[in-house]
């Protein structure tokens, strides 16, 4: 319970910063100020907005199917809040530490998708419901990249708990039990002979243990930002074509929690990119000879330094991810239905399919 | 107790899925019923089968159901309903199937099995989750019917693609 709340009041608190961020970013990048009037530089712009939202009249069309229009939104937003149940926050704080973690974060963001439909339909609306229509078919489709880019990290990890997955990939790797006799390899060759197990820092990652997840890690960005409707991805919510997709009829404190899902929705692949690519909680710096950059940055698991660091970093780079998404966002254009099928089946399922089997290969390396 | 909840709402869904007339409302209670049926494998120490159903049927046979649905519910502007028919042979013979059930299990005497009274009740053991032994089984006791498998699921979206082809007019 303890973890739902204190996960419940990050998620909103990572949102209200991402809101903010989300504006000023695309004003700086069209040569604007952005908002400015409320709070120092406009740093409440936010906090206001969800305050209004809240006060706002909770309107439900007459011709919609009320039950649906009612549910959907808890429903979308209950299937993103479940995901983080499993994210691992620092070496010893995560939530559900399951040991099918990966597989069932793939699982249960599905259900998004049927919230989605329940939202398009019982809006009674051709726009909501083209918009749905559109979200599902690309979160769906974009799924089997991501889930094949993720697959590759598993392989090369060896285990589908995040919180293992984590701890390798940092000169902590010892401490997990379990690991407790496992080697890490520069580039994960042994053949290379330089064993990097206590160094740790950047060198541990898995985009550097095993560099071809690189191209795997590229590979899920791409689908994640498909997978969270987000620019140049955003053909559910197509303004010029759509309105607002399928939330078109939704306003006040429902599509509060909509906006929210959304958002979630980009933090948590944000996190799951992190997690299994970027090094997770641990530090980028490597322990270099007597100077042991890593321990001084990670702090002693099972107590607050660690806690502070790996706190630290997993949200530093997952703000980092962010950023990415955001300036993505104010940088292409929207891509056409059949531009994103093209993208999805005809390139980045074939590139992904191909570094499985190479990820396969990467594995017999390393050990 | 936690198991009594679930197989409620997967009994209740259940029942209301099949007896409502709206397509769509069927389908949206299954979904509960699929969910609660995850529920009750997680309390049989079988998260990976959770998991997958979770994946397979929510993520896929169910949007795929749900799409279906709302691209044929108005057909000549009229909303389809699931209609009742063949009602006295339905019922009876989901009535025999529900005494045929009832009169074995309650034949069976489950309780007394001897492989039920020598299990520990710790089934995992050191494991963490059930994923490895479904790994190596499937590699290698059950390698042929996990081939045949794929093979099928191959031939479907081979079938598939068949279809959805525009055919050339000679």
Redesign the interface.
Known sequence: MLAFVLTLVLLLSIVIVLAYAERKVAAFMQDRLGPTEAGPYGSLQSVLDVLKLLQKEDIVPAAADKSLFKLAPILIFAAVFAGFAVIPFTPDLVPAGIGIGVFYLLAIISLDVVGLLMAGWGSNNKYAMLGAMRSVAQIVSYEIPAGLAILSAVMVCQSLDFQEISYQQGALMNQFPGLEYEMNWLFGIEALGINTTTIGGITTWNIFRAPILLISFIIYFIASLAESNRAPFDIPEAESELVAGFHVEYSGFRFAVLFLAEYSMMVLVSLVAVILFLGSWNTPLPNIGPVSLAYWTTGTVGEVSSILWGGFWLLSKTFVLLFLQLQIRWTYPRLRVDQLMHLCWKVLTPIALGVVLIAGIWRLLMI | MLFYIFAILAIVSGAYMVLTRNL?YAG?SL?IVLLSIAGIYVLLFA??IA??Q??VY???V??LI??GI?LSSRVHDKSVLSENVNTVWGTLIAGLIVVGLSYSILKANISSLPWLQTTELNVLGD???T?QTIGIKLMTDFVLPFEIASLLLLIALMGAAYIATDKQKV
Request: aromatic share 14%; hydrophobic share 65%.
């Open positions: 769509l949206f979904l998260d990976f998991v997958t979770l994946m929510v993520g896929g169910l949007v749900l799409f709302m494991q963490k989750s994923v």
